[in-house]
T-cell receptor
Framework: NAGVTQTPKFRVLKTGQSMTLLCAQD?????MYWYRQDPGMGLRLIHY???????AKGEVPDGYNVSRLKKQNFLLGLESAAPSQTSVYFC?????????FGDGTRLSIL | AQSVTQPDIHITVSEGASLELRCNYS??????LFWYVQSPGQGLQLLLK??????LVQGIKGFEAEFKRSQSSFNLRKPSVHWSDAAEYFC?????????????FGGGTRLMVKP
């Protein structure tokens, strides 16, 4: 039972570099989400998707883009990384209010 | 918009002692309520949820939570804490319309357990 799988688990980038975080779920969920977690701030929603081919902005979307070309995958892109984007990123999926989370990607921007 | 407050950032309890983690929410109606636990290096795992009905809900790992409408609270409790309960705990709230996109998290409470 893989559930929600995130790759990579760790990454260090230099300011201005770009990268893509991959999320894959095997539960056939319609909804998928990207969150960032920062100390004392809980999880904040970056972008989400309510189905294949759809995306929408969450609470903190600036500096990020997403794509959902296949139902099982949800990609998060950083076009030009900034130190403020140093965080732990979590992907989640759901078929209702409760989320199923991946184990996170720890991203450091130097 | 809904909001969630977890007043205690850190809590330390002795192993075997009882535990209560506080959660207060702001929402215009009775929402869906959740508690999640996050162990170091892991994602969030659902402990329990409240949708409707009995206001005392039982979850995994011996946890329970009580929904109190008059206090807009959903506090998490455990009668006897184990060292393995050391983790970060998040309360979350969602509108009760089953929409999949509006889950709001509190800032979290980090639990430390003394031997």
């Amino acid at each position: 039972n893989a559930g929600v799988t995130q790759t990579p688990k760790f990454r260090v980038l230099k300011t201005g570099q770009s990268m893509t975080l991959l999320c894959a779920q095997d539960m056939n969920h319609e909804y998928m989400y990207w969150y960032r977690q920062d100390p004392g701030m809980g999880l904040r929603l970056i972008h989400y998707s309510v189905g294949e081919g759809t995306t929408a902005k969450g609470e903190v979307p600036d500096g990020y883009n997403v794509s959902r070309l296949k139902k099982q995958n949800f990609l998060l892109g950083l076009e030009s990384a900034a130190p403020s984007q140093t965080s732990v990123y979590f992907c989640a999926s759901s078929s209702g209010p409760h989320r199923h989370f991946g184990d996170g990607t720890r991203l450091s921007i130097l | 918009a809904q909001s969630v407050t977890q007043p205690d950032i850190h809590i330390t309890v002795s192993e075997g002692a009882s535990l209560e983690l506080r959660c207060n929410y702001s929402y215009g109606a009775t929402p869906y309520l959740f508690w999640y636990v996050q162990s170091p290096g892991q994602g969030l795992q659902l402990l329990l949820k409240y949708f409707s009905g009995d206001t005392l809900v039982q979850g995994i790992k011996g946890f329970e939570a009580e929904f109190k409408r008059s206090q807009s609270s959903f506090n998490l409790r455990k009668p006897s804490v184990h060292w393995s309960d050391a983790a970060e705990y998040f309360c979350a709230v969602a509108p009760n319309n089953n929409a999949g996109n509006m889950l709001t998290f509190g800032g979290g409470t980090r639990l430390m357990v003394k031997p």
